[in-house]
T-cell receptor
Framework: DARVTQTPRDKVTEMGQEVTMRCQPILGHNTVFWYRQTMMQGLELLAYFRNRAPLDDSGMPKDRFSAEMPDATLATLKIQPSEPRDSAVYFC??????????????FGPGTRLTVL | GENVEQHPSTLSVQEGDSAVIKCTYSDSASNYFPWYKQELGKRPQLIIDIRSNVGEKKDQRIAVTLNKTAKHFSLHITETQPEDSAVYFCAASKWGYSTLTFGKGTMLLVSP
């Protein structure tokens, strides 16, 4: 049963520290998404990759957030410097994109980030 | 861009009752509408979806209806069970586009 994996599952850090979250998409999926989930805002799309190329990162605060796909099996989301308002659950999702029969996105377990 | 509104934000029902969650969307070009279920502390998972060429789709106790003219769609859960308790998210997209615009979610609580 192929699943998206994310590490770490939980991260507690202090304001100003760098945070790196990692995601391994399902093998063969060519689209990767990063979401941030909070009670107030729900699921917000931060960044979107297709075939490792960034297509949309308009939802991401550019001054402190960066997202990359060094290879097809790894996506990273970095926050530097982190701030308390970044506390949230960050989900990675992958999908078959336009080559699939539907637009289903498969979510990872999430990284719960707490910035003190 | 697309905007998806979801109501209610919370819904409490008794076991065995029906539950209905409603969403509206703004972009008339959207034609794919999935629903995701997220149990407490877990990842969102697709439970049912509908494309705009049909008005209704059923899968056992869950069904989704779509009104393209009014730009709204709804999730119907019949004979609710405690294990249906979760947050439900609707979303909208254009078929062939990968990105989804999500509603803010509905917390459904089914009491025994």
């Amino acid at each position: 049963d192929a699943r998206v994996t994310q590490t770490p599952r939980d991260k507690v850090t202090e304001m100003g520290q760098e945070v790196t979250m990692r995601c391994q998409p399902i093998l063969g999926h060519n689209t990767v998404f990063w979401y941030r989930q909070t009670m107030m805002q729900g699921l917000e799309l931060l960044a979107y990759f297709r075939n490792r190329a960034p297509l949309d990162d308009s939802g991401m605060p550019k001054d402190r957030f960066s997202a990359e796909m060094p290879d097809a099996t790894l996506a990273t989301l970095k926050i530097q410097p982190s701030e308390p308002r970044d506390s949230a659950v960050y989900f990675c999702a992958s999908g078959l994109g336009t080559s699939g029969n539907h637009n289903e996105q498969f979510f990872g377990p999430g990284t719960r980030l707490t910035v003190l | 861009g697309e905007n998806v509104e979801q109501h209610p934000s919370t819904l409490s029902v008794q076991e065995g009752d029906s539950a209905v969650i409603k969403c509206t969307y703004s972009d008339s070009a959207s034609n794919y509408f999935p629903w995701y279920k997220q149990e407490l502390g877990k990842r969102p998972q697709l439970i049912i979806d509908i494309r705009s060429n049909v008005g209704e789709k059923k899968d056992q106790r869950i069904a989704v209806t779509l009104n393209k003219t009014a730009k709204h769609f709804s999730l119907h859960i019949t004979e609710t069970q405690p294990e249906d308790s979760a947050v439900y998210f609707c979303a909208a997209s254009k078929w062939g586009y990968s990105t989804l615009t999500f509603g803010k979610g509905t917390m459904l609580l089914v009491s025994p």
